[in-house]
């Protein structure tokens, strides 16, 4: 209830932010809701604006949906054995040294977040920590920073950016056509129950597709961020790793931080599932 009451309150403040944002654009420009550009202009908008705001809100937003703990003065083994292992891990990476937290869950999990390479969140399970060796958790770490110095985060909130921005135009636009079709004896379309019940259903159709293709690169990301692994901490310990997800709980994560998580939930239909088969990605690291 925490979580779906926090996403509801977070999109409900960026729309309502977004929405600000649109009707000043749009006076400044003079330009019509109706027009192409407008159009294009309120697909840019709520398209590329909605991602950036969840990028920059990513880390906050991962605390607060996982009640993850952020390690600032280690207080045991294990939390100092951590640190220290993040801290070789960005050195050799080249980026700034990433918050590290540890959040409570049965599954064997970790993610990385965050709005830049300099400024990210790396969060382990309490259940990796409790069923993996060492080795295997030190794997499951470089993952996570690889994607960190892959700019991961950010290049998928460009093409989350550029996708929904498609989808909204084009939904928009096919939903006048239907529109001014069923109404056409109206002197004005584009503000009937009609155009917003087609707005919506194209939006919805659309992205379906446009998930597909953030998937794909999120796959790919995956087979990147593995590699990375390797040649931070070698190739034997990631593929023990992978070997021991094998056994791991479905995955809790959500949104972005299932992108970028170590595994993903099982029994995901392959063309919307954000990881590859495990398999696969052993057999790439051989």
Do not use: C
Not at 115 to 132: D, E, I, R, T, Y
Not at 138 to 146: I, K, Q
């Amino acid at each position: 209830m925490k979580r779906v009451v926090l996403f509801l309150l977070t999109n409900l403040a960026v729309m309502l932010v977004l929405g600000i944002v649109l009707s000043i654009l749009m006076s400044v420009f003079g330009i019509s809701n109706r027009s192409l550009g407008g159009i294009l202009m309120i697909a840019t908008v709520f398209g590329f604006g909605g991602s950036f705001i969840s990028l920059f809100m990513s880390k906050w937003m991962a605390k607060k949906s996982t009640g993850a703990y952020v390690i600032e003065q280690p207080r045991n083994e294990t939390e100092h054995w951590l640190v220290n292992t993040v801290a070789a891990q960005a050195k050799k990476a080249g980026i700034a040294m990433p918050e590290v937290a540890i959040y409570d869950s049965p599954e064997m999990n970790a993610f990385a977040t965050g709005p830049s390479k300099n400024n990210s969140l790396v969060a382990v399970s309490s259940g990796l920590l409790q069923h993996m060796n060492q080795d295997q958790a030190e794997a499951v770490l470089a993952h996570e920073v690889s994607h960190v110095a892959n700019g991961d985060m950010v290049t998928l909130t460009l093409i989350q950016g550029v996708v929904n921005t498609f989808v909204i135009f084009i939904a928009k636009v096919l939903a006048g056509i239907v529109d001014n079709f069923i109404n056409s004896d109206e002197e004005e379309g584009g503000s009937s129950w009609t155009y917003f019940l087609f707005d919506m259903i194209f939006q919805v159709l659309f992205g379906v597709l446009a998930s597909v293709i953030v998937a794909y690169y999120s796959r790919k990301r995956e087979f990147a961020a593995d590699a990375g692994a390797a040649h931070l901490v070698g190739a034997q310990k990631m593929r023990s790793a992978l070997e021991r997800l094998k056994q791991n709980h479905p995955s809790q994560l959500e949104g972005s931080m299932m992108a970028f998580g170590i595994a993903s939930g099982k029994g995901v239909a392959e063309l919307f599932s954000s990881h590859p088969p495990l398999d696969e990605r052993i057999n790439a690291l051989r």
